[in-house]
């Protein structure tokens, strides 16, 4: 077979390539995926019970770029959907990310106000605060809330997640569920918020209904490198693995899920809810708050971290730290050598922690400036 591009990886990064690649350039793609199916972590399906579920964890598409989401626009139609969490504290559910609403759900009126005007009078209403910075704060009463804070919602649940304490991590890591000065207690404050109408799956099918398409499954991309012959080629995967491990293994962590179908028509209020403490799952997540189904069945998912162990289980968040910098770094040298005939981006192949609409506005950019040039 001839193709102009081989693309590894059939998530969001690689699909987004192949659909502008032939639809723009008019070129051949063959997309090549180890698993048995498009759409990487996003992918969704009906179960037996005919509830749309996510296989990989709740996916709910946000995004601040209208770039993005018009380009996103094309191949779906979109469920308006805003995502609220929950966090068992001491017995309580409260908001998650920890906003003003979760701090009257914690503390006394009293209380709970004296500490809203200090937050208000140090951050500003409306403002983002790292935990970890929230921790360097003077005011002891800011710091005892801090504290209180970090040990109850962060520390137990980074650990599961991780496998390391907070301060262990990159403070992006961290950042991405601050303290939020806010009575708005949606998950994300992004413009635009949404799930697919019908889905990732089906969002994914239109972006590869393109003659110029051919998409292969259940295939490791090396075990067809003497069959195929192509131009350039897009790598997704991990980096480390691309290489051979030749600087050494890259740390990911992995995800166990369960699937449990229940005979009543809801079992919790909102479309997820943490454990920071309890139990080693992390969290759980019902998937008729996010599919918008009426049905007298529920269907949630349980999610268990654990270690990725290549071979056994699926690599899903780079264990960003500065270590871990400095292999990726060697493998960008090794990435350089490639003088271009091969292109690496996505998750995996960045070592980046990237949402969803951060994987396709990385996936554009690299279009418009090293693949359609």
Known sequence: ?????????????????????????GQKVLLVERRDHIGGNAYDEYNEHGILVHRYGPHIFHTNSKKVWDYLSRFTRWRTYQHRVLGIVEGKKIPIPFNLNSLYAIFPPRHAERLEEKLVGYYGLGAKVPILRLRENEDKDIRFLAEYVYQNIFYGYTLKQWGLRPEELDPSVTERVPVYISRDDRYFQDIYQAIPGEGYTAMFRQMLRNPNIKILLNTDFREILDEVRFNRMIYTGPIDAFFDYMHGPLPYRSLRFEFVTLHQEWFQEAGTVNYPNEYDFTRITEQKHLSGQQLPVTTLVYEYPEAYRPGENDPYYPVLREENREVYARCLEEAKKLKGTVLFAGRLADYKYYNMDQAVERALKLFEGEVAR
């Open 1 to 25: 077979m001839k193709v102009d591009w081989l693309i590894v990886g059939a998530g969001f990064t690689g699909a987004t390539l192949a659909e502008r690649i032939a639809s723009v350039m």
